[in-house]
């Protein structure tokens, strides 16, 4: 199945979206979009999640093929800031929500995410705790 650029990108925020709405524990918790600079919370008191797509390699897989076949990737990164005070449990239980929500799913365009990674930054500076979430994602377009 081949999908655009635009079209992954907005299935992979969508996914995001449902799979951080549908979960409980982040009820209330802001997701602010790359390039959205006015909504960044500054009260840290409150956590909130910071969601950037970043653009990957195309390699060619349809050789000898009418379509010109690629393997497109990219990387959902997603931070997570919690108040620095906030306790470790609360933090796991939002990468959690991400794990499951993303480990082996695939949209319903063809957009399947594979490696997923986190990494603890404790003092993120000005009383925030960070998280930073990286998965991967593949889909194939055609020229």
Same mark, same amino acid.
Do not use: C
């Given at each position: 199945?081949?999908?655009? $650029?635009?079209? =992954?990108?907005?299935?992979?925020?969508?996914?995001?979206?449902?799979v951080?709405? =549908?979960?409980?524990?982040?009820? /209330? *918790?802001?997701? +602010?979009? #790359?390039? +959205?600079? =006015?909504?960044?919370?500054?009260?840290?008191? *409150?956590?909130? *999640?910071?969601?950037? @797509? %970043?653009?990957?390699?195309?390699?060619?897989?349809?050789? /000898?093929?009418?379509?010109?076949?690629? #393997?497109?990737? /990219?990387? $959902? %990164?997603?931070? $997570?800031?919690?108040? @620095?005070?906030?306790?470790?449990?609360?933090?796991?239980?939002? +990468? &959690?929500?991400?794990?499951?929500?993303?480990?082996?799913?695939?949209?319903?365009?063809? %957009?399947?995410?594979? #490696?997923?990674?986190?990494? &603890?930054?404790?003092?993120?500076? /000005?009383?925030?705790?960070?998280? &930073?979430?990286?998965?991967?994602?593949?889909?194939?377009?055609s020229n």
């Amino acid at each position: 199945m081949s999908v655009e $650029l635009p079209t =992954a990108n907005k299935e992979v925020m969508n996914l995001l979206k449902s799979v951080w709405e =549908a979960d409980p524990i982040s009820t /209330g *918790i802001q997701i +602010v979009w #790359d390039d +959205v600079e =006015a909504n960044t919370p500054t009260d840290t008191d *409150i956590s909130w *999640i910071r969601a950037t @797509i %970043v653009t990957g390699t195309s390699t060619r897989t349809g050789i /000898g093929t009418k379509a010109r076949l690629y #393997d497109r990737n /990219g990387i $959902l %990164v997603v931070q $997570l800031f919690t108040n @620095i005070s906030s306790g470790l449990l609360f933090k796991d239980n939002l +990468v &959690n929500i991400l794990s499951k929500g993303f480990e082996g799913a695939t949209t319903s365009s063809g %957009v399947r995410f594979e #490696d997923f990674k986190f990494t &603890n930054h404790p003092e993120a500076g /000005g009383g925030w705790h960070l998280r &930073n979430v990286t998965i991967n994602f593949t889909y194939e377009t055609s020229n």
